[in-house]
């Protein structure tokens, strides 16, 4: 199992759940986040006092799923996400040792 | 025929009633008629009394609208999330703290006879102040009705101060210190501009008489100084001017101002004590200025930053307000425009560039914009008052005479910066000392732990925005 962590721009939400609905991901985890990475904030300007803000909004989905899906599932989060400008986002991928569920202690790939 | 006759007879009967009528009611003369038109006479008096009082009591509840919820939300925006509860309180609180003490004695320290610089204890406890209008003040309203409504300035004076010393000040210090202020500067200051045998007091012949017509310096000048004074003595906010401090909510603030735009037709407008044609002048005027000083805000900032911000429009409006409050019932519209646009540009010069200059922090730009608006406006009010607007100066024979330095009176300008001295020189020396008591006795400031962890949680116990999580 992996756990495939993309964060993306808060307008690509949409399009990327929408695109992983299609290649059949059935379940995932959004939040709303803060960061940067290599894309710096904006400035905001109040009573002529200028503020750098340097943390942006950002989308994260969160997913595990089988290890046959992965490939299917970030081509899927790259295409629909992708502008091709700075602060387009990441993904991560990374190892899941153990899924249950918690109605029926499913174990496993059966249990995302 | 015989139909005919009968008819005329009863015209002619009609005729001669009607004639015997008339003459019947010229017979019994003049007691009686000096007797009716004296009851008319009442009658047209009790009317004008009555649409008066109306529109006083209507421009009282306009006036107290302005400090809640107008200010509370203007002020209640600009700070940070988790000061929003504590700035709107301070307004809040103060509606009914100064209530009380102008109940007790305060309207009696700023508008009973008294010598020149402060009332008398004759109207403790509102004593004599009953629905008998008091002719010196006003002569077709309810004297109840004239203190209600000089209420509303005394609570929305000190409100304005809390801007200066948002977000650091203890709530038991800032009750000690609104009290003290309210007896030491506003009543004083109340008391010389409009009080009888005040030294100020144009309509009631006072020594150096300042035109002020709603309170460009009792109310701004003294408020705006004196919040300069608390910003200084209080220091800095934590981590200011390095760390970013927006405000929380631009959108409670536009709200806020909205209301102080309405609210202060009661200000300026009511302070016409009458429903007449002076009103009207002062809220055409008022709404011209505020126009004006919009746009000369946006466009300053629009020039220098490259975007008109929906908060310096909110600014500007406050700003032209301000500055209009002394002129309103003295000036037209077109002096009303250039007032409103001179007050939009200078405004947003002292909040961005002079207060960024000294470093001073002025929160929420309580003196950047009463202070510097209330002083330019009073001064302005000398050089554009007109007596064709309202003739406050009158020789012995009750002929007008010019009011303001445009209309050939020069000197006007003298008495309107004696004013302004008066009101910058109470405010400096009075809010030193009322700093100097609460520093010593309760302290000023909030801890520093209490300054991060924000006043709503450490001065209330309580939180503005309580997200439970739920779907």
Redesign the interface.
């Known amino acids: 199992m992996t756990k495939i962590e993309a964060i993306i721009q808060t307008s690509k939400l949409d399009a990327v759940k929408n695109a992983l609905h299609e290649i059949g991901v059935e379940g995932m985890t959004v939040l709303e986040v803060r960061g940067h990475g290599r894309q710096k904030g904006h400035t905001?300007?109040?009573?002529?006092?200028?503020?750098?803000?340097d943390l942006i909004p950002k989308i994260k989905i969160e997913m595990v799923l089988a290890d046959n899906m992965v490939e299917q599932a970030t081509n899927a989060v790259i295409t629909a996400a992708q502008t091709g400008k700075i602060g387009d986002g990441k993904i991560f991928l990374s190892r899941v040792d153990e899924a249950i569920r918690i109605r029926n202690v499913e174990r496993g790939d059966n249990a995302l | 025929m015989e139909r005919i006759r009968i008819d005329r007879f009863i015209l002619l009967s009609f005729v001669i009633l009607i004639f015997a009528s008339t003459l019947s009611a010229q017979t019994p003369a003049t007691a009686d008629t000096t007797a009716r038109i004296a009851a008319l006479e009442q009658q047209a008096a009790d009317a004008k009394s009555s649409a008066d009082n109306a529109w006083m009591l209507t421009s009282s509840a306009l006036v107290l609208m302005m400090t809640g919820p107008g200010l509370a939300l203007f002020y209640g925006g600009l700070v940070r999330k988790k000061n929003v509860l504590a700035t709107m309180m301070q307004s809040f609180a103060l509606m009914a703290l100064i209530s009380v003490v102008w109940a007790l004695f305060g309207y009696s320290l700023a508008f009973g006879s008294g010598p020149s610089f402060i009332g008398n204890l004759n109207n403790l406890f509102l004593r004599g102040v009953g629905v008998q209008p008091d002719p010196a003040y006003s002569a077709t309203i309810p004297h109840q009705t004239f203190m209600v409504y000089q209420l509303m300035f005394a609570i929305i004076t000190p409100a304005l101060i809390t801007g200066a010393f948002a977000e650091r000040m203890k709530f038991s210090a800032m009750v000690l210190f609104m009290i003290l202020w309210s007896v030491l500067v506003y009543d004083p200051m109340a008391h010389m501009v409009w009080g009888k045998n005040g030294l100020l007091n144009a309509a009631l012949g006072g020594r150096f008489p300042t035109l002020d017509f709603a309170g460009g310096t009792v109310v701004h000048v003294t408020s705006g100084v004196s919040a300069l004074v608390c910003a200084l003595y209080l220091g800095k906010r934590l981590g200011y001017p390095r760390e970013a401090m927006p405000p929380h909510s631009v959108v409670l603030s536009v709200i806020g101002a909205c209301l102080l735009w309405v609210g202060w037709f009661g200000f300026n407008a009511g302070s016409a004590l009458g429903s007449g044609g002076l009103a009207t002048s002062a809220f055409v005027a008022t709404h011209f200025a505020t126009a004006a000083a919009v746009i000369g805000w946006l466009v300053a900032e629009w020039l220098r930053s490259g975007k008109p911000t929906t908060l310096g429009g909110i600014s500007g409006a406050v700003a032209g307000l301000v500055a209009i409050t002394p002129a309103s019932g003295f000036v037209g519209p077109m002096a009303a425009l250039v007032i409103g646009l001179a007050a939009g540009v200078f405004c947003y010069i002292m909040v961005a560039m002079v207060k960024a200059r000294f470093g001073y922090d002025d929160s929420l730009d309580a003196f950047g914009v009463h202070g510097a608006g209330g002083t330019l406006g009073a001064l302005l009010t000398g050089l554009f008052a007109s007596s064709s607007i309202n003739p406050i100066f009158k020789d012995a024979q009750g002929k007008a005479l010019p009011s303001g330095v445009f209309e050939g009176n020069g000197h006007q300008i003298l008495n309107q910066i004696v004013g302004v001295l008066i009101a910058w020189a109470l405010a400096i020396i009075g809010t030193v000392i009322i700093l100097k008591i609460v520093d010593l006795t309760i302290g000023l400031r909030v801890p520093a732990d209490h300054e991060v962890q924000g006043l709503d949680l450490s001065q209330h116990g309580e939180e503005g925005y309580y997200w439970e999580v739920s779907a």
């Open positions: 905001e300007v109040y009573r002529g006092r200028e503020y750098t803000v």
